[in-house]
């Protein structure tokens, strides 16, 4: 019902930033959620943030707190996260998904690397 398309990946120093992008296709007007996750190498993909659509309430998991943004537009069906002060440990496959009201299924994207290296 929906198609997330992440853009924005690659590779940065230590310290630096990064803007990721994700835009979505499809049913947009029923998104109740979206967030980012990621994929460090050797681990499960994991939460970073999420965002209420309809209201914008963030919610942050405490690795990425006062670094990481995340945003959202409603009315271009983009959400981005602004990733500042990034460490080496941030390298991962970063993933877009979203979830529709009254659709359990999960809707991911097909991930966009970020290698963090001096």
């Known amino acids: 019902q929906v198609q997330l398309v992440e853009s924005g990946g690659g590779l940065v120093q230590p310290g630096g930033s990064l803007r990721l992008s994700c835009a979505a296709h499809?049913?947009?007007?029923?998104?109740?959620?979206m967030a980012w996750y990621r994929q460090i190498p050797g681990k499960v993909r994991q939460l970073a943030a999420r965002?209420?659509?309809?209201?914008?309430?963030?919610y942050y998991v405490d690795s990425v707190k006062g670094r990481f943004t995340i945003s959202r537009d409603v009315a271009k069906n983009t959400f981005d996260l602004q990733m500042n002060s990034l460490e080496p440990d941030d390298t991962a496959v970063y993933f877009c998904?979203?979830?529709?009201?009254?659709?359990?299924?999960?809707?991911w994207g097909q991930g966009t690397q970020v290698t963090v290296s001096a």
């Open positions: 998904t979203a979830n529709l009201r009254g659709d359990p299924i999960t809707y």
């Open positions: 499809g049913s947009t007007n029923s998104i109740s959620t």
């Open positions: 965002i209420d659509w309809s209201y914008g309430y963030t």
